[in-house]
Structure formats: C-alpha cells, structure tokens
C-alpha cells in the first residue's frame, strides 16, 4: 500500500517561532507537493518538488520555503510563523507515468499559531 | 494557475439515493487529466476517479461516475446509491495543483 506520513497530526506554535513540517512518502515518487487546505478555499498550492533539491514555487509561497535533500523526504518551513498561517497542512506525493498527476495525500498537520 | 469551481459547499442525501456534484474549470489546454478526491471526516484524501481529457467515454468507478464535457468545460460527479460512508467533502482537481473549494456530503440514513 502506498503510503505519505506526516511527521505530526496537530501542532501548536507561537508567532515568529520557525515551524519545520515534515513529509515522508515510501513510493519512490519523484514529484512531491504542499498544500494548504482552508475552508471555502479549498487546497492552495504552496511548494513542489519533481526531483531531489529541485522545488518550484506554487500559488502562494510567500513565508514558507522547502527542503528536499532525499527523494522521499520533503519539508515545508514557516520562516517565522504568523498567525495567518494557522490551517491545515497536506503533502501529497505522485509520479509521472500512466496514472499521471494523481496524488496520494498524507492525513494532514493542522497549524495553529498563537 | 487554472481555476476550478465548486458552487454547491454543501448537499444532503438519502441512503441508497443518488447525488450529484458539479464542477467547472478554466483553461486553454487541449490534452489534461481531471480527478474527484474524497477527503472523509478526520482521514486522508484519496482518489475517487479520474478522467484523461482526450477520452470521450466518461469514467465510472462502481457506484461513482462522471459527466465529462469537454467543451462546456464541466466535470460533474454522480454518486449514485448512497452509503453512510460515502459522507465526506469531496474536491475536483484540474492536473496536479488546481483544486475546487469542495462540496460537503452529508448522507443521510
């Protein structure tokens, strides 16, 4: 079974506190992502990355960058977390090929900064 | 980024009754992919059906299907004998980064 672990479920941080998320997918996908996920807005694209060290911007980048040193292992980091950066984090991972641009999802860091 | 919408937040259904969810999406591209993700209450995100924009067949997945029109550019979702399980949210996506807001779905025993 394919699987995206999400190094924690809930995490609590104060403004201007840096805030590493971590992703770990065992599928030796080459593309990973990060997402935001707010009510009445959906998913936003934040970061991804279609191969080691390699990372492109998404829709809102602005304060966080990202990390990809191994190819299953990728980060999100909050520079210095605001409180509008409170939400729910998802990373998703998926590999170019027949089933191109599926996405497998981990289960989700919900962010609150106080 | 292209743009996906998803003008019904939320719909209730009867058990065993068939639901349909609407979406629409913007774009130039000729050749894309387009997917319904089900995200359940507290639970991961996962794939419910997907359609290759080149294919006019519309994708079927058991009780879960898709009305594709290419050139309206619609992609709609019928889920037809509704479980208790299949309540959850429910997003369309465009490719790999363009998602709607999503539909709540609620089924109703």
């Known amino acids: 079974d394919v699987k995206v672990t999400q190094s924690s479920r809930y995490l609590v941080k104060r403004t201007g506190e840096k805030v590493f998320l971590e992703c770990v997918q065992d599928m030796d996908h080459e593309n990973m992502f990060w997402y935001r996920q707010d009510p009445g807005l959906g998913l936003r694209l934040i970061y991804f990355?279609?191969?080691?060290?390699?990372?492109e911007k998404g829709d809102i980048p602005e304060g966080y960058s990202v990390s990809r040193e191994k190819k299953e292992r990728f980060s999100l980091i909050l520079e210095s977390a605001s409180t509008n950066q409170t939400s729910m984090y998802l990373c998703?991972?998926?590999?170019?090929?027949?089933?191109?641009?599926?996405?497998?999802f981990g289960p989700g860091t919900r962010l609150t900064v106080t | 980024a292209q743009t996906v919408t998803q003008s019904q937040p939320e719909m209730s259904v009867q058990e065993a009754e068939t639901v349909t969810l609407s979406c629409t999406y913007d774009?130039?591209?000729?050749?894309?992919?387009l997917f319904w993700y089900k995200q359940p209450p507290s639970r991961q995100m996962i794939l419910v059906i997907r359609q290759e924009a080149y294919k006019q067949q519309n994708a079927t997945e058991n009780r879960f299907s898709v009305n594709f029109q290419k050139a309206a550019k619609s992609f709609s979702l019928k889920i037809s004998d509704s479980q208790l399980g299949d309540t959850a949210m429910y997003f369309c996506a465009f490719m790999k980064r363009s998602f709607g807001a999503g539909t709540t779905v609620t089924v109703r025993a």
């Open positions: 998703a991972s998926s590999s170019p090929g027949t089933n191109s641009y599926e996405q497998y």
């Open positions: 774009t130039s591209e000729n050749n894309y992919y």
């Open positions: 990355s279609y191969d080691v060290k390699m990372k």
